[in-house]
């Protein structure tokens, strides 16, 4: 008899998923912090680096329609990448500001 031990139970994988989260401001809510507004109004190519620094990205995914989807799925954001895209062309200078006071927020409450 080989005295090796039986195993009872397998092993299971568990998967993490962030959790469910919303934005902590609105797109057009730039009064909320007029500095980043303002940034991003007269240096938007500032702001974008500012936010792919802040996140740890390429300079150029802070001023490209990828930064949105990376920070969105990132915090459990609902969305979708379609959104994303519309969002940048139609409002690209609102959702870079939206993006920074979100970071800043998050920053502020130790979840960033």
């Not at 300079?59 to 969305?79: A, D, E, M, S, W």
Request: aromatic letters at 10%.
């Amino acid at each position: 008899m080989n005295p090796q031990g039986v195993v009872m139970q397998q092993p299971q994988v568990v998967v993490v998923q962030p959790e469910k989260s919303h934005w902590q401001t609105g797109l057009c809510d730039c009064f909320s912090d007029c500095g980043v507004c303002l940034c991003g109004t007269f240096c938007c190519l500032c702001l974008g680096c500012q936010v792919a620094s802040d996140m740890n990205e390429c300079f150029l995914c802070g001023i490209t329609c990828t930064i949105r989807p990376v920070y969105r799925t990132r915090y459990g954001i609902p969305g979708s990448i379609f959104g994303d895209f519309c969002t940048f062309v139609w409002c690209h200078v609102c959702s870079l500001c939206q993006i920074k006071r979100d970071i800043n927020k998050r920053r502020e409450q130790g979840i960033f």
